[in-house]
Structures are given as C-alpha cells and as structure tokens.
C-alpha cells in the first residue's frame, strides 16, 4: 500500500465551527507533514511531525491544531478560522525526517479541499 | 535568501514540442530534488528524483532531469509532449534544517498548456 489517504475531501465550515481533517498512511513511514496551498501557488509545509512528536511547527497560527494519535493516523484540528485559511490542505509521509536524506522522499494525499465562510 | 526558483510560469506549447522547464535553488550543501506534477483536480504526483549518483535522471511519462552542481539547476525535460502532459509541473528542493531535520521547498510552479 503506498498511499496516504486523507478524509474529508471537501470542507465547508463557518467562523464558528470546530472541524478535523485526518489523513492516513500504512507505508510504515515514521514523519508526517501537513501543507497548506492555495490556488495557483506551491504547497507550504505548516508542520512536520517525527516519530508522533511534533518537530517542526512553521509560525503556524494556534486555530490549526495538528495531533498524531499514531504513527499511521495525522490530524489537523481547525477552530476560528478566517475566509483566508480557505485552501487545499495536503498531508504528506516520508520514511523519516532527518539524517538520511533517502529517507525524506514525500508521498503526498489528496488533499482537503476546505472553504471557510 | 533560500529559495527554489521557476523561471517559467507558464507555458504553452504543441504538442509533439521539445520541453524544457528551468529550475534552480540556492541551498548549499547535500540536497535531494524532486518534479512533481499536479494534473488539473488531482494530487501531487512524484515525477522523477534526484538523490546521488548519475546526474541525468529519468522519470515517469517519458519526464528527465539533469541536476547540474555548478549551476544549482535541476531542468526538465521531455523530447515530445503531448495533450495529457497539461498540468502544474512543481520542482522542490528537500534540504537540512537546524537539528538535524529536513524540509521540502517547492518552487512557484510552472503551468504548462499543451495545444493538440
């Protein structure tokens, strides 16, 4: 199995609201990313996760929340978004996240498409 | 500053046509990269790597790259294209961080539009 799925496919959510997005992988890769990209830009990494701890987190804002319950499962908890944060939110996993760079070969989901109103 | 840089931003072409799309980073020391293409509604799909070795790589779909040290470039290339080449084509660059970590960098991108 080499794909990382990711659910919802498309998210429609008020200021308000509080949601989740999950993403999955059963490759046995040990780091999970979370990237966000908008319309006709490239992706950009939020937040990197290494052996279920979170190693990078990119001056995201505190309204996006990430969690790795395991090391197959990545979340990303939403709350008190703005219309802005409306995007593609794209999950990643790589065999690891430091030392080898063999190891860093990233293996991208589908993407949730989200939209906040 | 670091960064990964697409000359071109979009491009137009016949089909049967000779690509060729530029790339280059300006990160020092050991770094892998990457083409990825991202077809109109889908993901992120990995065209071919480079990580060491033979420095002309070749990837899916009849794709190449040639990673030139000296130049800091890693261009695309393919001999003809075709219709169902038309897509968002991203290069990235995955380079060392501060303890010991990696990161990827994806250039702007360059939308290629191929005419039949």
């Known amino acids: 199995d080499t794909e990382v799925t990711q659910t919802p496919k498309h998210l429609v959510m008020g200021m308000t609201n509080k949601k989740s997005l999950k993403c999955e992988q059963h490759?046995?890769?040990?780091?999970m990313y979370w990237y966000k990209q908008k319309a006709k830009k490239p992706p950009e990494l939020m937040f990197v996760?290494?052996?279920?701890?979170?190693?990078i987190n990119e001056s995201v804002p505190s309204r996006f929340s990430p969690e790795c319950p395991n090391s197959s499962l990545l979340n990303l908890h939403l709350h008190a978004l703005q219309p802005e944060d409306s995007a593609l939110y794209l999950c990643?996993?790589?065999?690891?996240?430091?030392?080898?760079?063999?190891?860093?070969?990233?293996?991208f989901g589908p993407g949730t498409r989200l939209t906040v109103l | 500053a670091q960064s990964v840089s697409q000359h071109n931003h979009h491009v137009i072409l016949s089909e049967a046509a000779s690509l060729e799309l530029g790339c280059n980073y300006s990160y020092g020391g050991t770094v892998n990269l990457f083409w990825y293409v991202q077809y109109p509604g889908q993901h992120l799909q990995l065209l071919l790597k480079?990580?060491?070795?033979?420095?002309l790589v070749k990837g899916i779909k009849g794709f190449e790259a040639e990673f030139i040290k000296s130049k800091f470039s890693f261009n695309l290339r393919k001999p003809s294209v075709q219709w169902s080449d038309t897509a968002e084509y991203f290069c990235?660059?995955?380079?060392?961080?501060?303890?010991?970590?990696?990161?990827?960098?994806f250039g702007t991108g360059t939308k290629l539009q191929v005419i039949p």
């Open positions: 490759m046995g890769h040990r780091a």
């Open positions: 480079y990580f060491s070795g033979d420095p």
């Open positions: 996760y290494s052996y279920e701890k979170l190693s």
């Open positions: 990235a660059v995955n380079h060392p961080l501060s303890g010991g970590y990696q990161k990827v960098t």
């Open positions: 990643a996993s790589s065999q690891g996240a430091s030392g080898r760079v063999s190891y860093n070969e990233q293996f």
